[in-house]
């Protein structure tokens, strides 16, 4: 084989390696995708039963193929405090089981035969259906259905592998005679070269099942050995440590200690078998360590090696947790997850793997805006009717939080609209993206309405608005908490039965503002009022019926919420309700009529 032959058969392996790791990353992306809801319901099933942990784990891993991905996902999850460490260790050895199906797929490319139902089922054959299937999803079928693009995706990035795989494993069979081939896989059966071999490789390109992939490619050669795939597929078990430890960098403690669980977890599992089959060797000199291996076995090697470590190594769960709490002791700070004194710590941008994910914790955070919005109201109120000018101050308080959480979720969601998503979370995206603007302009007109009892003691006057129009204004006070309150509901519980009945509410809040603004005029007609106490009433009034207005708006973002297909108007919404729920719009506004009548 001459000297141009073997660059261009190394250029060949390269160009396949780099298509075997596109179509990893897409057929990952794509699983990431459609799988979103499903790891997001696994997830929250999750208990402190560490067996149920390790299945969550192993069927997560497996849906999404990249243990990475879900360990990432775990120590966002510690991180925002939704997941004790023990739990999180469960999920952690679980991840391990999942990610070998990647490599038992991959092992298809050993199949041998010459029958057309065997020729069928080799890659090389395989591939050509699955880019196939894959295009006509993506171009011609996904144009209504934003779900079968991602279809394809899947189909495709695994198309892509095989095609990859093919190449690599054409090119590597080239160049298997070669003495320098030799002289490596001679040198990676030193079991610490090995390791170190896999771990860097995996570290590199951030996927074991990608380094275990490449590993079956070279079976193809007839160099690869038990001696020297083993090492390599211990280390890459340890490589794929990397992603996780740079991502619980900055994390608080106990995601920091999630991460180095997961590190803890591998080495132990690496260093044991590396001391029960090299001890056992001494003794036994196993007859199969120098045995060609195929794709299929790798595969298994690498199936075997992490369900054993699993197994073995679950009942020391606790001691792994001890040990990780002594390498990140308590007295540590380091707590991240705060934006500008505001405690924003669900919105992990681990989680940005898993849009989906993303997105309710996002949502989270937005009940938490409403609830903080509703608390503020309730303050203000305060300051109006009870004079209690001390809370102004709070008030103000609870207004720039509610600020900075908006800015704080609009950067998130931004981040997660940046993501490849599907068509219901681009909906969820967009409607979380208006039900924060509004949340925040009801803060302003929370403190607006402090502000206005604040001006109109502070003008000079020494006057207290009327028990006459305290009262008026505590009935209305009423109404407009009502609505708030369904708001914060209707969002905490995604309840659209509680959002319908925003909107006769808001009728009604807006028949009191005209009622008030009539009695507020005979007043001044009758000089029954002053013309300061008069601006201060109807500015008070005027902020009311705006944080209303807006909790419309949350009530019909919620409504959107629920489906997907809406891009409701307002004004049309409203008209809907009320020519296809008119009886039950009617009932609920006689009840807020009756509910909140005004002397």
């Known amino acids: 084989m001459s000297m141009t032959d073997i660059i261009f058969s190394l250029l060949t392996m390269l160009g396949g390696a780099a298509l075997f790791l596109y179509g990893m990353n897409v057929m990952s992306g794509g699983l990431e995708k459609v799988a979103g809801d499903s790891m997001q319901r696994l997830i929250e099933n999750l208990t402190s039963n560490l067996i149920k942990g390790v299945l969550v784990g192993a069927a997560v891993t497996a849906l999404i193929q990249s243990s990475g991905a879900t360990t990432v996902m775990v120590v966002g999850f510690v991180n925002a405090g939704m997941m004790t460490l023990r739990q999180a260790s469960g999920v952690i050895m679980g991840a391990n089981i999942g990610t070998t199906i990647t490599a038992q797929i991959l092992s298809l490319a050993g199949i041998d035969g010459e029958q057309w139902y065997m020729r069928l089922f080799k890659p090389s054959t395989l591939a050509n259906f699955l880019l196939l299937a894959g295009i006509v999803l993506i171009m011609f079928m996904g144009k209504e259905n934003k779900t079968r693009v991602y279809v394809g995706e899947i189909i495709l990035g695994l198309g892509a592998i095989f095609i990859g795989m093919s190449i690599m494993t054409d090119s590597v069979s080239a160049m298997k005679d070669l003495p320098v081939m030799r002289t490596i896989f001679t040198g990676i059966s030193n079991p610490i070269l090995g390791i170190i071999a896999g ?26 050995t038990w001696s020297n795939a083993l090492p390599i597929i211990m280390g890459a078990n340890i490589g794929t440590c990397a992603v996780t430890i740079i991502s619980g960098a900055g994390a608080n403690k106990e995601a920091r200690r999630a991460s180095i669980l997961n590190l803890i977890f591998k080495v132990t599992g690496v260093v044991l078998c590396f001391v029960v089959m ?56 380091g707590e991240k997850g705060k934006a500008q004194g505001v405690d924003l710590a669900l919105m992990d941008d681990r989680f940005m793997r898993a849009p989906a994910i993303a997105l309710r914790q996002a949502m989270s955070e937005v009940i938490k805006m409403a609830e903080t919005a509703l608390s503020g109201f309730d303050m203000s109120m305060e300051v109006v009717e ?76 020494g006057a207290a608005l009327s028990p006459g129009a305290l009262d008026e204004l505590g009935t209305m006070a009423s109404a407009v908490r009502e609505s708030l309150t369904l708001a914060v509901d209707g ?3 995604s309840d659209s039965g509680r959002a319908m009945r925003i909107q006769p509410c808001e009728a009604v809040v807006d028949e009191i503002r005209d009622v008030l603004k009539d009695r507020h005029v005979d007043r001044l007609v009758n000089n029954n009022c002053s013309v300061r106490a008069g601006i201060a009433f109807l500015d008070i009034i005027n902020n009311l019926e705006r944080i209303s207005d807006h909790c419309s708006n949350v009530g019909i973002s919620i409504e959107q919420l629920g489906n997907i297909d809406s891009d409701i108007d307002a004004h049309k919404y409203v008209s809907h309700l009320r020519s296809q729920n008119s009886e039950l719009y009617d009932a609920i506004l006689n009840e807020y009529q009756t509910r909140f009548a005004l002397e």
């Not at 771990?199 to 690869?224: D, P």
């Not at 007109?445 to 206005?452: A, P």
Request: proline residues 1%.
């Open 491 to 493: 969002l905490r519980y």
């Open 278 to 333: 090299y001890g056992l060797d001494l003794f036994l000199h196993f007859d199969f360590w120098d045995k060609r291996l195929t794709t299929n076995g790798v595969a298994n090697i690498h199936s075997v090696f992490n369900i054993l470590s699993t197994l073995v190594l679950l009942p020391f769960c606790n001691l792994f947790i001890k040990v990780a709490c002594l390498i990140i002791p308590d007295g540590e700070k």
């Open 386 to 461: 009870n004079g209690r000018m001390e809370l102004v101050d709070k008030v103000k308080g609870i207004e720039n939080d509610i600020d900075k959480m908006e800015s704080g979720i609009s950067q998130y969601v931004t981040k997660i609209v940046a993501q490849h998503l599907n068509d219901a979370e681009k909906h969820t995206a967009t409607t979380i993206l208006h039900v924060v603007t509004d949340l925040e302009r009801v803060g302003d007109h929370v403190l607006n309405i402090c502000y206005c009892i604040r001006d109109f003691k502070n003008s000079g006057e």
């Open 199 to 224: 771990a860097l490789i995996t570290a590199l390109i951030q996927s074991s099942s990608a380094s275990v992939g490449i590993l079956q490619a070279f079976t193809f050669t007839g160099l690869v």
